[in-house]
């Protein structure tokens, strides 16, 4: 960053780091013992669609890459989302899924597409929480939703303290947006 940019208050964007992904498998022990919230062995990735044919090319190539465990869908907001499903006890998988999702989009120069990635927890009371990364940030933060748009306030900040030291958490907590309807949820 030069003077300038110092001077009129600039600030270089935060450069996403995909390989903190690779932290969620032992976060997901760490979150587990604190809260009793386990994978379900779902996770997915949310991104803007683009037009063309290079854009049309890789994601056939993602879809073929993941095969069957890959659903797509689309949410009321127009992000597209990659549905990964894999074994509750195969996170490391499910995680190394997610990032080769993510790093075709990047590599290909569709990184300011991607929105978030996120894995999913769960727990005998039926509490649902997912641990969201945020591309543009390259942080994490827990979403835990309720029963139409409320959240879980309590579990959300029970998960961050359990995951801090764990995964770079975000912070600003007016950027734990809410991923309503996220699929795999």
């Not at 600030?11 to 997901?28: E, H």
């Not at 359990?162 to 809410?178: C, M, Y």
Request: charged share 20%.
């Amino acid at each position: 960053m030069s003077w300038l940019d110092v001077i009129l208050g600039r600030t270089k964007p935060v450069q996403p780091d995909l390989d903190a992904l690779f932290a969620l498998p032992s976060a997901a022990v760490t979150l587990q013992a604190a809260t009793g919230l386990a994978p379900t062995g779902v996770g997915s990735v949310s991104y803007r669609a683009a037009e063309g044919g290079a854009f049309a090319t890789l994601h056939g190539d993602v879809k073929a890459l993941l095969g069957e465990r890959v659903e797509e869908s689309e949410d009321v907001y127009g992000y597209s989302w990659l549905v990964v499903r894999r074994a509750p006890d195969a996170l490391s998988d499910l995680v190394t899924e997610l990032h080769a999702v993510n790093s075709s989009l990047e590599d290909a120069g569709f990184g300011p597409s991607l929105l978030c990635s996120l894995v999913s927890f769960t727990d005998a009371q039926g509490r649902r929480l997912a641990i969201v990364y945020l591309y543009k940030r390259g942080t994490f933060y827990p979403f835990a939703p309720l029963g139409g748009q409320l959240r879980d306030n309590a579990l959300e900040l029970q998960a961050r303290g359990a995951l801090t030291g764990e995964l770079k958490i975000e912070e600003d907590l007016s950027r734990w947006f809410p991923v309503w309807g996220a699929p795999g949820l």
